[in-house]
């Protein structure tokens, strides 16, 4: 497993990454500075290798995908025999692939209720757009061409497409390409510890559902496509909503008609402890966003997933849905999808979340309180958070701002051997849904030595400051 890279090799690699790769959402000359990026070479299981023999422990599941854990040769070789049958056509002209028809049955009926119908795309980016223009096109067809507008939470993040960034609440992200689009509005995050701390839940959770009404009769409900939301917001932090939050806002726009879609990139395959987040907060969307865990990331697809009624109304009205992708339904990715939920269900990792690693990783997490830097530590299902703070007791930040003490403190992580998220003073994890008792110990532990390192450094920052 730790077999390390020739010297030559990686400095090959690292000259070639430099000279013509441009990673994703990078500061391109801190990568130049750092001589290249770290380049990951092998995994397995809830372990990540890179080139120079590190051995990590992800915490973060790749980018909050592999599901299923690293090295599913199963995977591998659904893919080599649908390759060799197969290997690709698309879902235009009125065709479709065994595997992408039989990825659409099984997908709905994990979903439930009337979520008749999916979708396929390549991203989650995608699966947002897609349900962006299909919102769009049923109020069209319902004869309320005025329902153009989307509300959505700051700091959510549905994609870097430009209707995802849009649709998305990342104010950094809107500020390159002048985004977002019309016809995209922002409310308040449902975030306890950030916006409603020392709040009662239910007061906050009224408070932020309210705010969507709010925004609804502000712009005037008839101009209302839909309201936005994942079940618990991933790369903003992993901020888990007070208890009666996603019941209020559910019936906030059944009050107005508008649709609900559930962003179910991240929180989609078990990540909560039930197959979608929706369920686990008992409530009905029309539309659903999913990608990553869909494949564990084994290959690139998402699905959009669309309830009856409107389906019956495209068919009803006619015309042509004119969007869709190259590898919308790519019959690869979807045998590939299709096994990888086999797998789910088969290791009954779902349940397992649910009734073992998911609480056992909110008890390893409560060990953190008695950390001085930690303000909250939070889960829900194999997701969570450490709050850092410059005081316990509070929710007040090193220097005096946000963004001082995650990149310090998870720089440390990884040094200590875990590969964990820093979004601005919060810690993020979201490991395999295979990780075991013992690796979920060595993750909070690591978290916990690493703020202990790190609190000199970030005093001294609070002394600068």
Known sequence: ??????????????????????????????????????????????????A???????????????????????????????????????????????PAIRLAAEVSARLGHDLSHVFFNSSGSESNDTAFRLARHYWALRGEPKRQIFISRWNAYHGSTVAGVSLGGMKAMHAQGNLPIPGVVHVMQPYPFGEGFGEDPQRFAERAAAAIEAKILEVGPENVAAFIGEPVQGAGGVIIPPPGYWKRVEAICRKYGILLIADEVICGFGRLGRWFGFQHFGIKPDIVSMAKGLSSGYLPISATAVAAPIVELLKEKGGEFIHG????????????????????????????????????????????????????????????????????????????????????????????????RGIRDTIVMCPPLIITHAEIDRLVDTIDRSLRESEPQLRGLEAAA
């Open 1 to 50: 497993m730790n077999a390390q890279m020739s010297p030559a090799r990686k400095d090959e690699l690292r000259r070639m990454d430099l000279e013509h790769h441009l990673p994703a959402q990078s500061d391109y000359r801190l990568q130049q500075q750092l001589g290249g990026s770290r380049i990951i070479v092998r995994a397995q299981g809830c372990t990540i290798v890179d």
């Open 52 to 98: 120079d023999g590190n051995e990590l422990l992800d915490g973060m599941a790749g980018l909050w995908c592999v599901n299923a854990g690293y090295g599913r040769s199963e995977l591998a070789q659904v893919a080599h025999d649908q390759m060799l049958q197969l290997p690709f056509y698309n879902t235009f002209f009125k065709t479709a692939t065994e």
């Open 325 to 420: 992708y190259t590898y919308s339904g790519h019959p690869t990715a979807a045998a590939v999808a299709l096994r990888n939920l086999e797998i789910i269900a088969r290791e009954r990792l779902v349940e397992r979340v649910a009734e073992d690693t998911g609480p056992y990783l909110a008890r390893a997490l409560a060990r953190l309180d008695g950390n001085p830097l930690v303000g909250e530590a939070r889960s829900l299902g194999l997701i969570g958070a450490v709050e850092i703070v410059s005081r316990k007791g509070s929710n007040s930040r090193f220097g005096g701002k946000e963004g001082n003490a995650g990149p310090v403190v998870r720089d440390a992580c990884i040094r200590n051997g875990i590969m964990v």
